[in-house]
């Protein structure tokens, strides 16, 4: 995976009003994607999103691990204004570390493929 930054920290100035009315709004799912699997140690996720598709603002409480099973081009927005644009390959892994304040984010396939990713969520 290659993250670019378009977008710096406390930046809102380019981002669209109904972004910032869904921060304001301020009701994040814990929801990652579909749950494929789940016991008292992980819970398996899939995200899949065709162009132009996006997940909704959620908020993530534990660290993942990530498999994507398509090349891919995401952009993802944090609610603290941060944009970064996130190239994926098939059969790339990555690992997203929860950081405090920085754990709410949206993901939009801005590619012209659709996107498959399964997450492993390390449940606390």
């Given at each position: 995976?290659?993250?670019t930054?378009?977008n710096?920290?406390?930046?809102f100035?380019s981002w669209?009003?109904?972004?910032?009315k869904e921060?304001?709004?301020?009701?994040?799912?814990?929801?990652?994607?579909?749950?494929l699997?789940?016991?008292s140690?992980?819970?398996?996720?899939e995200?899949?999103?065709k162009p132009?598709?996006r997940?909704?603002?959620?908020i993530?409480?534990?660290?993942?691990s990530?498999?994507?099973?398509?090349?891919?081009l995401l952009v993802?927005r944090?609610?603290?204004?941060?944009?970064?644009?996130?190239?994926?390959?098939?059969g790339?892994?990555?690992?997203?570390e929860?950081k405090?304040n920085?754990n709410?984010?949206?993901?939009?396939?801005?590619g012209?493929?659709?996107v498959r990713?399964?997450?492993?969520?390390?449940?606390?």
């Amino acid at each position: 995976m290659i993250l670019t930054e378009l977008n710096q920290k406390g930046n809102f100035k380019s981002w669209p009003e109904s972004r910032l009315k869904e921060i304001k709004n301020g009701r994040f799912s814990e929801a990652v994607g579909e749950v494929l699997f789940e016991n008292s140690v992980i819970k398996l996720w899939e995200i899949l999103l065709k162009p132009s598709e996006r997940i909704p603002f959620r908020i993530h409480n534990n660290n993942y691990s990530c498999t994507s099973f398509s090349d891919g081009l995401l952009v993802s927005r944090n609610v603290n204004g941060e944009i970064v644009l996130l190239r994926i390959k098939k059969g790339g892994t990555f690992f997203w570390e929860n950081k405090a304040n920085e754990n709410i984010h949206d993901l939009e396939n801005v590619g012209e493929t659709s996107v498959r990713i399964t997450i492993i969520e390390e449940k606390l």
